[in-house]
């Protein structure tokens, strides 16, 4: 079945930089669009990237074009969010999720981030 | 972009009750590609319809989503103990992709 893993989050300092995880299995990236969203602590949904399933193509949340991106290994089935110039609005869970043409169809359980001096 | 309005914020419901839940865009969703998740508190979201008013694999159907252009409704018909969570609406028709800022339901 379909099953994502988030990893890579933890504490950071305004500044720094990160990269997160997201382990696929039940099913190929190389077919499939994939997108990162992330919520805030009590807070809502934010998108934040997507990648076309061709890998052509990626598409980006204004608030982080230009400091996250988002790209694949798939020789290992993996989705990565690398990002940088953090802040501490950054803070949240990151979530990745699978898509079914842009609809996120399944979902990772997520990876905190925070981003404190 | 495509910004998404969600009333009321809270709806506060008994179990066996009809919920109704709207979702307001500020342009026309395209091909209505409006998405409606559920998400209970310490787990991620669960997509429940996609495209307006199709339900995802394995979803109840007490669960239905209705509308077009820039007014969309999902109505939960008999609340279950279950279904108390919060739910976001979320277009999918144009990047940015953008949620609305989600209605609880307790």
């Known amino acids: 079945q379909v099953q994502l893993v988030e990893s890579g989050g933890g504490v950071v300092q305004p500044g720094g930089s990160l990269r997160l995880s997201c382990a696929a299995s039940g099913f190929s990236l190389s077919t499939n669009f994939m997108q990162w969203v992330r919520q805030t602590p009590g807070k809502g949904l934010e998108w934040l990237a997507l990648l076309q399933k061709d890998g052509s193509y990626q598409y980006y949340a204004e608030s982080v074009k230009g400091r996250f991106t988002i790209s694949r290994d798939l020789s290992k089935n993996t989705l990565h969010l690398e990002m940088n110039d953090l802040r501490p609005d950054d803070t949240a869970v990151y979530y990745c999720a699978k898509g079914t043409g842009w609809v996120a169809d399944y979902w990772g359980q997520g990876t905190l981030v925070s981003v404190s001096s | 972009d495509i910004l998404l309005t969600q009333s009321p914020d809270t709806l506060s419901l008994s179990p066996g009750e009809r919920a109704t839940l709207s979702c307001r865009a500020t342009?026309?969703?395209?091909?209505?590609?409006l998405a409606w998740y559920q998400q209970k508190p310490g787990q991620a979201p669960r997509l429940l319809i996609h495209?307006?008013?199709s339900r995802a694999t394995g979803i109840p159907d007490r669960f239905s989503g209705s509308g077009s252009g820039t007014e969309f409704i999902l109505t939960i018909s008999r609340l279950e103990p279950e279904d108390f969570a919060v739910y976001y609406c979320q277009q999918t028709a144009h990047s940015p992709l953008t949620f609305g800022g989600g209605t609880r339901v307790e």
């Open positions: 495209g307006a008013s």
């Open positions: 342009q026309d969703v395209t091909k209505n590609y």
